[in-house]
């Protein structure tokens, strides 16, 4: 009798462990930059450069919060690659932290804010 409850169990959380999915960053360009900040769930947008140290120290805690905050979508935009993006949005210093709803920003985080920072963003979204 034990042995077929367990059996249960193990077999529900083996089905559960392979369901689950990482959270997925984004990853923004000129050409899906539009169709993905469209929408009424929040998204949090990372503009950073490979070559930004603040960015590299950023990036890890933004992991986090992608894996924290279930009903906020993430996503990134490489200024260097895509400078028109920058550009409308006025971000002229990186990392900065863009929150859209429906394709509108509607608030900014500048700079390396670490943790606290990128958490207090993100709260009042979620």
């Not at 979508?73 to 990392?95: E, K, L, M, T």
């Amino acid at each position: 009798m034990v042995d077929e409850e367990l059996e249960k169990i193990m077999k529900k959380k083996l089905e559960e462990m392979k369901s689950y999915k990482e959270p997925e960053i984004l990853e923004l360009v000129d050409s899906n930059f539009d169709k993905a900040i469209v929408g009424d769930t929040p998204m949090i947008v990372d503009f950073w450069a490979t070559w930004c140290g603040p960015c590299q120290f950023m990036s890890p805690i933004f992991e986090k919060m992608a894996k924290k905050y279930k009903t906020i979508r993430f996503a990134r935009v490489n200024v260097d690659n895509a400078p028109g993006i920058s550009q409308r949005y006025g971000v002229y210093s990186i990392p900065t932290f863009i929150v859209f709803n429906n394709g509108e920003p509607v608030d900014k985080a500048m700079g390396a804010v670490g943790e606290p920072g990128l958490n207090m963003l993100a709260q009042k979204y979620a």
